[in-house]
């Protein structure tokens, strides 16, 4: 199997509005030919030595043509108390960027020294005397706190400790509840947990918020959280057919999930690699560059009008459904897309979906407010439409 992606955290969303926007008091930087950098600063506060905390840049276009984001430095400040540790994370130039759209610029901060860290970010681009834009970081390395052990004497011989096994979340989902598979002892090594993302991706993308995500977790929202958040800590997101099908002891999503009765249902991803053409592959080697993690597989619940049905041709095993399309920034044809649904597919190659899938918190039940939610007569909130499948560590 071939190593999986890791961390590529750039994601771009159309039709941003930027007309009217004030000249003063404002929280952003405006560059050149309209390039607007949003927020103005970034601090990541006070974290632990040894940990890293990753915040997202917005960087929107408001001239009248394309441009490319061509380089992004970071350099430290005089009087730093030492080498500050502030990185761009999965930013590979060019990347484009049309009128009225914006991107979406992940920066990492993984202190090593203790004290203050300021830093400065400048960002170029390929427009016309267009100037470079720059943006303040700051952060501050916290010395880990350790409490010595206490003197309690000898501790007596209580026998053989039996062997617990690993210290994991037997829910599977980062909030504590599961969607489907429910029954934990039918199904002890897969859960289907619903909730939200915004950093994107499916393959190998470590936990960005803590294993904190879930539509019943500390954020629900899934702003800076990746689609492992979604986890608990010990478990991952589902590696393909293979893995559901080991999981469930061959039955993969049939039996699995709740039946819907109205709305578009639910769906659940999995990081299943893919060929152009809804064709799964297990390593994607197979796949032309570029096109290896094509399209989205996972389980749908009965009755649900997400996804479409792989056929047995596609080589997708036990997985049921497939968000597959061939247009440009989309998740498939017959999904309900922002502004009207959480699903969202954005990024510089509509053939590798896998690789730039987010999904809306929905907070208040804020999204598909517009129309009838394709049969759903209520907007969508943060449990609507599943989230991915969770199996469990080795």
């Known amino acids: 199997m071939r190593e999986f992606r890791r961390a590529l955290l750039l994601g771009i969303v159309a039709g941003f509005p930027l007309a009217g926007v004030a000249c003063c008091e404002r929280s952003d930087l405006v560059g050149a030919e309209g390039v607007v950098v949003s927020p103005a600063t970034l601090d990541f506060g006070a974290i632990d030595v040894g940990t890293a905390l990753t915040k997202t840049l917005t960087v929107s276009n408001g001239g009248a043509a394309p441009l490319n984001l061509m380089n992004v430095t970071i350099a430290e400040q005089d009087g730093d108390a030492g080498p500050v540790q502030f990185s761009v994370v999965g930013f590979t130039p060019p990347v484009p960027v049309d009128p009225a759209a914006e991107v979406q610029l992940s920066i990492s901060f993984g202190p090593t020294v203790l ?10 681009t390929d427009a016309a005397q ?8 700051t952060g501050s390395g916290l010395e880990p706190v350790t409490v010595p052990p206490g003197d309690a004497g000898p501790v007596p011989d209580a026998g053989p400790v039996p062997d617990a096994g690993p210290p ?5 989902c980062a909030d504590g509840t599961r969607e489907g598979f429910t029954d934990q002892q039918t199904y002890p090594d897969i859960a289907a947990c619903s909730g939200a993302w915004s950093v994107p991706g499916l393959f190998g993308i ?38 559901v099908a080991a999981d469930t002891n061959g039955a993969g999503c ?10 578009p249902g639910l769906f659940f991803a999995v990081a299943q690699h893919s060929c152009n053409d809804s064709v799964c592959d297990a390593s994607g080697a197979s796949c032309s560059v570029g096109d290896d993690d094509n399209d989205i597989f996972g389980c749908a619940a009965p009755n649900s009008q997400l996804g479409n049905v792989p056929s047995s041709g596609q080589g997708c095993g036990v997985l049921d459904a497939d968000f597959a399309s061939e247009q440009p920034n989309s998740c498939g044809w017959n999904q309900a897309m922002p502004p009207n649904g959480p699903w969202s597919c954005q990024g ?3 053939y590798d979906e896998g690789d730039w899938v987010t999904k809306d918190g929905c907070q208040g039940n804020s999204c598909c407010t517009s129309n009838n939610c394709y049969g759903n007569t209520a907007p969508l909130g943060p449990s609507d439409e599943g989230g991915v499948l969770c199996c469990r560590d080795p």
């Open 115 to 124: 004290g203050p860290h300021v830093a400065t970010l400048t960002l170029t």
């Open 130 to 137: 267009g100037t470079p834009v720059e943006v303040a970081l």
């Open 168 to 172: 994991q979340n037997p829910a599977g």
């Open 206 to 243: 470590a936990p960005a918020c803590g294993n904190q995500g879930g539509n019943d977790g500390p954020h629900a929202d899934g702003n800076g959280c990746a689609s492992s958040d979604l986890c608990a800590a010990g478990w991952h997101v589902c590696l393909g057919s293979q893995e």
């Open 348 to 350: 510089s190659n509509s």
């Open 254 to 263: 049939a039996g699995g999930l709740p039946s819907v009765s109205s709305g």
